[in-house]
């Protein structure tokens, strides 16, 4: 079962990762996936300056806003615009 993993630790909580946990969320269940993909919070990834840091199985991607996830969201979980 692929994950996303949200990292909810000191420096990301602090640039928004509760906010990204949440709108994470909302598109799982929005688009039925919450059975099909694991969704939860990790502490410390060891990038703190970059944060929020988010792992989508082995792929770590770093300053990621609210207001980016439904393109990474796109890209990363729903495959459009991947050959």
Do not use: W
């Given at each position: 079962?692929p994950?996303?993993?949200?990292?909810?630790?000191?420096?990301?909580?602090m640039?928004?990762?509760?906010?990204?946990?949440?709108?994470?969320?909302?598109?799982?269940?929005?688009?039925n996936?919450?059975a099909?993909?694991?969704?939860?919070?990790?502490?410390?990834?060891?990038?703190?300056?970059?944060g929020?840091?988010i792992?989508?199985?082995?792929?770590i991607?770093?300053?990621?806003?609210?207001?980016?996830?439904?393109?990474?969201?796109r890209?990363?979980?729903?495959?459009?615009?991947?050959?």
């Amino acid at each position: 079962m692929p994950t996303i993993a949200i990292c909810i630790g000191s420096a990301c909580h602090m640039r928004g990762a509760h906010g990204v946990l949440e709108a994470f969320r909302a598109l799982l269940e929005k688009y039925n996936l919450t059975a099909a993909i694991d969704l939860e919070g990790n502490f410390c990834q060891g990038r703190c300056t970059e944060g929020v840091i988010i792992k989508i199985d082995d792929e770590i991607i770093t300053n990621v806003s609210q207001d980016k996830v439904f393109a990474i969201f796109r890209e990363k979980v729903l495959k459009e615009g991947q050959p």
